[in-house]
Each structure stands twice: as C-alpha cells, then as structure tokens.
C-alpha cells in the first residue's frame, strides 16, 4: 500500500519531527509513504477569515498534488476536517476541481483513523511506561468524528497508564485565528484545560492536532509544569522503538 503524507502548515513549519513519527510508524506497518512537494496550506486560516477566493487558490494545490494518491493520511483532525467538510462546497461552480475535490475528501484520513478503519491496526507492540492523558481535538472530533480511535491506540500501549482527562471534549482555546482575535478569552479556555491536565497526575499529554498541542504546552511551560506533550505519533514512534522494532 502507498498513501501520500498531507504534512500541515503546523508541522511542516514547527514540528517535522511529528511528520517523521508518523512516517515510522506506517512503515512500521508495512506501508510505504510519499510526502508530495507541491502541497501547500489546505486554506483554512483564509477561509475561517472570510477570504473563500483565496483558500480556494491555496486548496487548489491539496487538489493537483494528492490527485495520484491511493490515501492521503494527515496528522490533524483539522486539516482533515477542512477537507471533508468545507473542499466539496469550497470548489463547487468548476466540474473538474469540484470533482477532485470530492475525491480527495474521500480518500483522506487522520492518522489515527487510517490506522484502525483502513489498516485495521490498534496494536503496534509499542511500549511506553508511563501515565498519559488525552485531549481529543474540536474539529477531529466533531467534525470526523474521531472519538475511540486514539484512546484504542493509546490503551494497547504496553506499560502505558491510560487516564481519562476532565471535561475532555472541551475546547483547548487555540481555535486558529481565534487564539490571535480573543487571546484573553482563548487564555482563559487553556488554563481552564491546564487545570484539567494537572488534575490527572499525568506525565504525558497527547493530542492529534499541534494547535491543540502548541497552544496547550506553551501554556504548561509558561507556568512552569513539567508535564511533557506528545502527538499521538510521536508516542507511538517512540514506544516502538522502546519496544524494539
């Protein structure tokens, strides 16, 4: 099997090393991984902003870049959801782009999702030894639905404790432009969910957005809490190598 790596602004800019992981890790299981070079931003800052015209001229490198790509696997819920959600309607008015949008947005999945619904995997031999809570990601999981599938994953990590985070499904705060627009409000909503975070007693959070991700553990830093943040990949990558593969 081939798919094709969407990367993300977040972690092509900030965090390749959670593009790596993931690459370790479907190699892990036998699949064999192309990052396009052509692929840019998916559009949704612009188009959460009001400027449809100009995600649509960014969305249209998604469109010409993944449009050889069995399945396109993505590290954000975000990204992935701006693809489901927002590509049919955004490219609606031009048959051909129309067309490939729908066909992207069929193909393509978070990286937890892929492992589960398309390979069938929620037990790489992983082993990680330590307590670990989970925020799930707003639009990972309202938009696509992405509930089960990272807690699974985590839960057959050998040696990993598992522990439920409070008010779990409530927003971090970071919300893309939001965070810049109503940063007191967004302050607010992440120190609310830093409280959460230390209530656990956990060493580890781990997200599958970096927005979620950045704007969770700058906060923890900021005020000065050693709890360390992970993508789901990044922990997974790292069990398998603890566990020898």
Excluded: W
Aim: hydrophobic share 45%; charged share 15%; with cysteine.
């Amino acid at each position: 099997m081939r798919i094709a790596l969407m990367t993300t602004c977040l972690v092509d800019q900030f965090f390749p090393q959670v593009a790596e992981s993931m690459v370790r890790v479907l190699a892990a299981c036998g699949v064999q991984v192309e990052v396009p070079s052509a692929q840019t931003c998916c559009g949704q800052p612009a188009y959460n902003s009001g400027f449809a015209a100009e995600a649509r001229v960014v969305g249209q490198t998604l469109l010409t870049a993944f449009a050889d790509a069995e399945y396109v696997v993505t590290p954000s819920g975000s990204c992935a959801g701006m693809v489901h959600h927002v590509f049919p309607t955004l490219f609606q008015g031009s048959p051909h782009s129309s067309q490939q949008a729908q066909a992207l947005a069929e193909k393509t999945y978070e990286f937890s999702q892929f492992l589960l619904q398309v390979l069938g995997i929620d037990d790489l031999g992983a082993v990680f030894p330590h307590r670990v809570t989970f925020h799930p990601s707003c639009h990972g999981l309202r938009l696509l639905g992405v509930r089960a599938e990272p807690v699974r994953l985590l839960q057959r990590v050998r040696g990993l404790t598992y522990v439920e985070l409070p008010a779990a499904e409530d927003c971090c705060g970071f919300g893309g432009t939001f965070a810049l627009k109503l940063p007191a409000l967004s302050t607010a909503m992440v120190d609310e969910k830093v409280r959460h975070v230390l209530a656990t007693g956990a060493e580890v959070l781990v997200s599958t957005d970096m927005g979620c991700l950045m704007n969770m553990g700058g906060r923890l830093r900021r005020l000065g809490h050693p709890v360390r943040v992970m993508h789901l990949a990044e922990l997974l990558a790292e069990g398998l190598r603890q566990g020898g593969r």
